[in-house]
């Protein structure tokens, strides 16, 4: 089967990529799609430099082109194994007073056992989250 192509004019090339990529049906699909694209029913002898060129220039392209974030990789944590050794520990809240008036909740989870604790009706200031934690008994 022979490919019909239509050799382009120079004052052509500029709407049939323009046509290829930029309307809303084409949707910017970028360099390699448009150039098939345009293949299908044109030639020229620059059509892959001219349509490389011409989606480097597309304003729409450049601003929704996210950049690749380098990631920070991935550091295993160390085997807990004695009980509090490493905890973690986090404030819920504001929930509704309780009659004491308190309004959050202090939650402790000990990665070696996984066991929470829960320190009801602590104060939202870290000095008093600790020192709810301490009254509380888990430590």
């Known amino acids: 089967m022979a490919v019909k192509q239509l050799v382009l004019p120079i004052v052509c090339r500029e709407t049939v990529m323009r046509v290829a990529h930029s309307i809303p049906l084409a949707g910017h699909l970028g360099k390699d799609k448009t ?5 299908q029913r044109f030639y020229w002898p620059t059509v892959y430099r001219d349509i490389a060129q011409f989606c480097r220039r597309c304003k729409a392209c450049q601003k929704s082109t996210g950049k690749k974030v ?9 085997v807990i194994t004695q009980p509090f050794e490493r905890i973690a520990m986090d404030i819920i809240g504001p929930l509704p ?3 004491k008036g308190h309004r959050f909740v202090l939650v ?3 990665y070696a056992t996984s066991c929470t604790h829960e320190a009801g009706g602590c104060s939202q200031c870290c000095r008093g989250a600790a020192t709810d934690f301490c009254k509380s008994g888990c430590a």
């Open 97 to 99: 007073r309780s009659k």
């Open 108 to 110: 402790v989870c000990d």
């Open 70 to 78: 380098v990631r920070a990789p991935l550091v295993p944590l160390p």
């Open 35 to 39: 150039t098939r694209r345009v293949l």
